[in-house]
């Protein structure tokens, strides 16, 4: 079946700009992550998302970063007036339910602030 | 913020050789897994143990788990060329994914 989808795949942006990128989680996956993993770089956690539950927002940098998942399905990542220091690849992952599940990555989007 | 932290960040080998990557982390786990990533692409999920197991196999891949250590590692045993990629451990407790670093692994043929 298909996998997370996230798009774009690259984008590019000038400083001071909002953007929104976007994760379609695998069908039936409950639970949504968002990370950022910065070049050559582990990955930091942003946003978690399970169910009608209210999401995990602990890892989010600033209150330029925010998430929504409409009808607990399809998410998107917003960051308003982006700077230089977002650019990294955006990663989300979705999972089937709580427990000793294991994630399902999209392979990211490439953000470039100029 | 990020948990954990593999060793060695970079590992060079051999085809035909061990490569051994190490994990260790901070707080209690209900599993901890291990993922790979290759290069402009997400991660893919390589294998899990369980907090009360020790050791479990799949394939080529042998994980070891010490919770009194706060310690894993992932050993690739006869590596290939196609096994150079990053490896990423990740902790999990209650619904809370938190990654390492990673360790770049490189096999030359």
């Known amino acids: 079946g298909a996998g997370v989808s996230q798009s774009p795949s690259n984008k590019v942006t000038e400083k001071g700009k909002d953007v929104e990128l976007r994760c379609d989680p695998i069908?039936?996956?409950?639970?949504l992550y968002w990370y950022r993993q910065s070049l050559g770089q582990g990955l930091e956690f942003l946003i978690y998302?399970?169910?009608?539950?209210?999401?995990?927002k602990s890892g989010l940098p600033s209150d330029r970063f925010s998430a929504e998942r409409t009808g607990g399905s399809v998410s998107t990542l917003t960051i308003q007036r982006t700077q230089q220091e977002d650019s990294a690849v955006y990663l989300c992952?979705?999972?089937?339910?709580?427990?000793?599940?294991?994630?399902?990555f999209g392979n990211g989007t490439r953000l470039t602030v100029t | 913020s990020q948990q954990g932290e593999e060793d060695p960040q970079a590992l060079s080998i051999q085809e035909g050789e061990n490569a051994t990557m190490n994990c260790s982390y901070k707080?209690?786990?209900?599993?901890l897994q291990w993922y790979r990533q290759n290069s402009g692409r997400g991660l893919v999920h390589l294998i899990l143990?369980?907090?009360?197991?020790r050791e479990k196999h799949s394939g080529r891949l042998r994980v070891t788990l010490d919770t009194s250590k706060k310690s894993s590692s992932l050993l690739i045993t006869a590596s290939r060329a196609a096994d150079t990629a990053s490896y990423f451990c990740?902790?999990?407790?209650?619904?809370?994914?938190?990654f390492g670093a990673g360790t770049r692994l490189t096999v030359k043929p």
């Open positions: 992952a979705s999972s089937p339910d709580r427990g000793r599940v294991h994630l399902h």
């Open positions: 069908s039936g996956h409950t639970a």
């Open positions: 998302f399970q169910g009608n539950s209210a999401p995990d």
């Open positions: 707080t209690s786990i209900n599993n």
């Open positions: 143990i369980r907090s009360n197991e």
């Open positions: 990740a902790e999990y407790n209650n619904n809370d994914m938190r």
